[in-house]
């Protein structure tokens, strides 16, 4: 089984990473971005034959190692 | 109108940030992970109307600046 963590800044934490990203398109000539936030993609192979199960382990996971719940959160997706 | 950009490492090609955080899981006792691979979620805020271009420009945006797909694939997401 399969779960991707996408942990994202909260709305308001200010992101270095997406705003020099923002930069660097519009220098390259994309003038149609108004915001680039920038986030992390976790994607976890699980030994787990039950979703919810693993949904409440992934949950466990991102509390205590995947997100820092203070600036970031996060949603778990469980797929196939 | 946004768009998302997963940006992941190509198969094959070596995670060692992925490596880290499954051994970190490891040791917290979180022993049903086989795998970890971590990417980029990039989320653009575009100032367009159609999904079409909308998705043509930011394919543009991912050639050029925002993967290195020598190493890196991406899919491009576009919502409301």
Known sequence: MKAIVNVY????VLDPQGKATLHALESLGF???KDVRIG???VLELDAS???EAKAE????SQTLL???VIEDYNIEIVQ
Not at 58 to 61: I, L, P, R, S
Request: hydrophobic share 35%.
């Open 31 to 33: 003038t149609g971005v």
């Open 40 to 42: 992390k993609q976790i």
């Open 58 to 61: 992934v949950e466990k996971m």
């Open 9 to 12: 800044l909260k709305q308001g």
């Open 67 to 69: 997100a820092n719940t």
């Open 50 to 52: 039950n979703a919810t």
